[in-house]
């Protein structure tokens, strides 16, 4: 008898280690690290606004409050939060369309939204027959995905697993991660141009150039990718043929200009309705020196400008440890990346805008393994920031990024 339950308990070992080995090394490595990071979200996004429901002065004086989380709470919760913001934006898109009007700036217009999300958003509630709920399965699945790329990248680039490890675990649990669970572009701009860059430095240019097309309809953003894997391609061999095939980057941006062009009039419609958020080009130091000249000021609306000001200067710092690294394309990225925002002559939603450039978590990841104690306390600061943001966005307050 023992003997049989012996060779049965065997076999299922077999055909589980068997199982396993198909699943990807990336996914078994950062799977823990994702799964915990949007359990905590969910939790926050939940539990906070139950939290809230109780009267402040009714709290250690009524031994008899208990809050309850029940599956209805965390679907609530998430769908409180779901569509709102830049989400509430894309949703219009995705459920209505573009505007179609002669361009003017008297008014807000979706026309600042890219198309690319929103087109994925649409597909996805065409099958489920649900909007909210295909917007945040399609997030994570992404942001996922993303996180498999950025773990392939970094062992790539350190030829280390545990770098690669450390990499994944600063980008789940950075502050404004849970902007990465919504339906907003985030984690797919994330994976697209981890992707672009894992495609290029294994030499593979028609993916890259066209993972770069995919980017740009979702971001303008995107249009970064084409210099900083310029610098990729002046470390190889340098073939004119390689570098036609990154051509394509610029081609998500322009059929989005071309039909912004037949719908409205004006190209650039993108561009020009920002100043109906009352956003205008400035000087990119203005920004940095308005905080480091009354840095007692750390919160205004939208803006926690301490956690800001600390994740830009992180992030320029980044860029130098990579380009010392060599990998310049990285650093070239994280640096334009920072550079749209700071044109913008304010430091809002700069961590939510910094945390799709992949090189901030090589970086960190190099910082963590020559400095343990560094990356310790960069963790425990990440962690409670977005244990603090998420509660805030819990309860309405966004103060993280529009």
Known sequence: MNTVVASTTSTWRSQARRLTD?????????????????????????????????PAESWGKDDNIAIKLSARAIADGLSRVAIGNDSGWYYTVAHDGYEQRPFDTSRQANWAFFPLHPLLWKAAAALSGEWVW??????????LAGLCFLWLLTRRLTDSDRLADHATLFASFWPASYFMMLPHTESLFFALATASFLAALTQRWWLAGFLGLFAGATRLNGLFLAPALFMRWL???????????????????????????????N???????QVAWGRELHAPWAALLDYINRPHKIITPWNPRILHFGVTVLALCSTVTCWKRGWHELAVFTLLTLLAPLLTGTL?????????????YVA???????????????????AISLALLSVLFALGINVGGA
Do not use: H
């Open 22 to 54: 198909v699943i990807p090394t990336c996914l078994k490595r950062v799977f823990v690290p994702f799964l915990l990071s949007r359990l905590a979200i969910i939790l926050i996004l939940s539990a906070a606004p139950l939290v809230a429901q109780v």
């Open 364 to 382: 960190l990841a190099v910082w963590a393994d020559k400095r343990p104690r560094l990356g310790q306390v960069w963790m425990a600061l990440s």
């Open 134 to 143: 295909s917007g945040i399965v399609l997030s994570n699945l992404l942001w």
């Open 267 to 273: 190209p650039l419609a993108f561009k020009d309705i």
């Open 348 to 360: 809002t939603s700069m961590t939510r805008y910094a945390g799709v450039a992949p090189g901030i």
């Open 235 to 265: 470390k190889g061999e340098r073939r004119f043929a390689d570098l036609m095939k990154l051509a394509p980057i610029v081609f998500g941006v322009a059929i989005f200009m071309a039909y912004l062009w037949s719908i409205t009039g």
